[in-house]
């Protein structure tokens, strides 16, 4: 019987050992590189907005580890459709195209325009008015846990229904920004307050707000189409590893390829007015 079980436990270390050195490969279908558009026109208040930039990269394999996919060489501008007026935007030879005389208009109408590699892509968007920031405080009520410190801002909804809002807060020092978006379907015409909190980390506190801790938060005024565009790009983002998340769909932004339709662009055209403030803990 001791015999026996020797044999068995030899057995299943040696297919465990062997089976460790198998290799696996698998086929992930590629797709064939699209132009990226990043081209966020925003104008802050209090300042003349003249000077603006759009960002053209291609797409790459996921498993790709291509650092530079910047685009040059392509045809860049943007029109007011109002006024007429047309903004054309210099090559900087690295993926940027840059303007130094963009004149922003609350409410008018605007269309992008990108040739590049014998096609021709464009988006329209208005140019979205935003509310001030009322104010900035620290709490520890605003929040979910009222030991942690968290960052609120106030601003007033205006009377007409239909206003989106996108609030992204960056704390100094760290790589990305958190982003939220809110619509006045059920505040309309009321003071809103929103906050930011980090969550609780018993192993690095300093994940958490602190005094000290710097952050600037932006308050945007976008279009609907926008809301809908980066609400589901955050919602997509938040259900990273969920199990039971949707599967993740591509998410097409407004730039249309009138040359060729099924080469669509990534990327979207927005043209907004934001209000900014930074705030330091205390």
Do not use: H
């Amino acid at each position: 019987m001791k015999k026996n079980i020797k044999i068995s436990i030899f057995i299943a270390v040696f297919i465990t050992f062997f089976s460790c050195d198998d290799k696996v490969d698998v086929d992930v279908p590629e797709a064939a590189p699209r132009l990226v558009i990043e081209a966020s026109l925003d104008w802050e208040k209090g300042t003349s907005g003249n000077n603006q930039t759009i960002k053209l990269s291609t797409s790459t394999p996921f498993f790709q580890n291509t650092l530079n996919t910047s685009v040059i060489g392509a045809t860049v501008k943007v029109t007011n459709n109002d006024s007429n007026a047309v903004f054309n935007f210099v090559d900087q030879n690295d993926g940027t195209y840059t303007v130094n005389n963009f004149v922003p208009v609350l409410n008018n109408s605007y269309t992008l325009e990108v040739i590049y590699d014998g096609e021709m892509y464009t988006a329209t968007e208005n140019l979205t008015p935003i509310t001030e920031i009322n104010e900035v405080f620290q709490s520890l009520e605003g929040g979910f846990d009222d030991e942690l410190l968290d960052v609120n801002i106030t601003y007033n909804d205006p009377a007409p229904l239909g206003n989106y809002y996108m609030i992204r807060m960056q704390e100094v020092g760290d790589l990305f920004p958190l982003i939220e978006t809110r619509s006045d379907e059920f505040t309309n015409g009321n003071v809103q307050e929103e906050f930011f909190e980090k969550e609780e980390d018993t192993d690095d506190p300093t994940k958490q707000f602190n005094p000290g801790d710097e952050v600037n938060i932006k308050l945007y005024g976008i279009s609907e189409r926008y809301y809908n565009f980066i609400s589901l790009l955050i919602e997509q983002y938040d259900s990273a590893g969920n199990p039971f998340a949707t599967t993740p769909a591509e998410i097409r932004g407004n730039c249309i390829n009138l040359t060729n339709e099924a080469n669509y662009a990534f990327g979207y055209f927005r043209v907004t007015e934001f209000d900014q403030v930074d705030y330091t803990f205390q």
